[in-house]
């Protein structure tokens, strides 16, 4: 089983996809992160984010780390459709015929990409947002902003949507339709759902919204407080969505002709 991870992972990092997708996602989460600087305690027909030197204000910033799980979705989507995009499937099953133990590891080392993006990220958070509290006249308080919790939920997060993205390409096999599928799913679905406090009722069921209940970010930006449900509630629904995904990607694979 290690042997098959170690492949899996030595077919993603020998390609430049990985690092191409590590950049642009810190790029996007630093251009978060600088919005929430420009805007932080700027009055907006009467709501405002928080101010830079609050706990407030370094909860949410620290917690927008999450947005980069769309790229781990993406990574995770690949793993799966380029082994039929380039037809390396045949090969693969041909040297290990037990197609669960190949999905198995597939899943595994999408946990292991996922929590490495994780860690990067946070590490990115950790040199943009210290400073930018610090500087603001603020003091960077670990419990108070609750980063060890939000990091916990960031790190999850980022593994199981790495999951999600070899249950879709999977389930869809051709490469351009599981990327756009994953963009569509984080960008409109999600944002639509979890973006507006009206419609937290559904949001709150999906893996968005299961991420930011992980997080606890109950935080008002100036929409309204959202309504997410208890921490261990949506560690529960993450979970059992990567156990969904895992066995989409297990049983649309294991029965299907590759010739």
Known sequence: MSGLVKAELRKLFTTRLWWIM???????????????????GVDQNGSALPARD?????????????????????L????????????????TFLTTPRRGLVIAAKVV?????GALFAVAVLVFQAVTVI????????????SASRIPQIS??????LALYA????????????????????????????????????????GKWLPGGAAQALMSIDVDTGL?????????????????YGLLFAAVATATTVRRDIT
């Not at 080392?109 to 990409?113: E, K, S, T």
């Not at 603001?136 to 308080?141: D, H, L, R, V």
């Not at 916990?152 to 997060?157: A, K, R, S």
């Open 22 to 40: 590590l950049l642009v996602m810190l790029v996007l989460v630093g251009v978060g992160i600088a919005f929430l600087i420009a805007f932080a």
């Open 54 to 74: 609050t706990a407030e204000w370094a909860e949410i910033a620290w917690s927008s780390a999450s947005s980069g799980g769309i790229f781990v979705m993406i």
């Open 76 to 91: 995770g989507v690949v793993m799966m459709t380029s082994e039929y995009r380039y037809q390396t499937i045949t090969g």
């Open 109 to 113: 080392a999408g946990l292991v990409v």
């Open 131 to 142: 400073p930018a509290v610090t500087l603001s006249g603020g003091e960077f308080s670990l």
């Open 152 to 157: 916990l939920g960031v790190l999850v997060t």
């Open 163 to 202: 999951v999600f993205g070899i249950g879709l390409g999977a389930l869809v096999r051709n490469q351009i339709a599981g990327i756009v599928a994953a963009v569509v799913w984080a960008y409109v679905i999600e944002g639509i759902f979890t973006g507006i406090p009206a419609l937290h009722s559904v």
């Open 224 to 240: 309204g407080r959202p309504e997410w449900l208890p921490a261990w509630a949506g560690a529960i629904v993450l979970v059992g």
